[in-house]
């Protein structure tokens, strides 16, 4: 049985720096966002730079509820911070993948291959009231 998604709430005021960001994106970001745009991750459609609550995830996949994060130079000194970001984001339901950006650069192959494992193995059940209907 297929349980209900829950709403991730939209912080419209993050709208302009989300918009900043996405114009802005680090190489990695770029990189990854090739591999996951135009739905070619297993045919889910992500978003970059994506505000959930008071926060803003490099990518997010609403229908799995799944945030992808690559941390670079600029999480060096903010794992604490990152820490209590993701907690209070895993308590809106909202499950992550953390890459490093190095990972991002030098093994995308791997990057891709542990997504689509999570995608797979974490993948919402069909509601068979559905079926037939697709």
């Known amino acids: 049985m297929q349980t209900k998604r829950k709403i991730v709430p939209y912080n419209s005021e993050l709208k302009e720096l989300a918009k900043e ?3 802005n994106m680090t190489l990695s970001e770029v990189l990854l966002w090739n591999e996951l745009k135009q739905k070619k991750m297993l045919g889910y459609d992500f978003d970059r730079q994506r505000p959930i609550g008071n926060f803003i995830v490099d ?14 130079d600029t999480h060096i000194y903010k794992y604490d ?6 907690k209070e984001l895993e308590n809106l339901s909202v499950r992550f993948l953390r890459f490093e ?3 991002v650069k030098k093994n ?11 995608i797979v193995k974490n993948k919402p059940t069909p ?4 079926e037939g209907n697709l």
Not at 81 to 86: G, H, I, K, L, M
Not at 127 to 130: A, G, T, V
């Open 101 to 103: 950006d190095i990972e």
């Open 108 to 118: 995308m192959n791997n990057v891709l291959r542990v997504i689509e494992d999570w």
């Open 21 to 23: 960001l996405r114009k």
């Open 59 to 72: 990518f997010f996949c609403k229908e799995l509820s799944l945030a992808v994060e690559i941390d670079g």
């Open 81 to 86: 911070y990152d820490e209590e970001r993701q």
């Open 127 to 130: 509601d068979p009231s559905e």
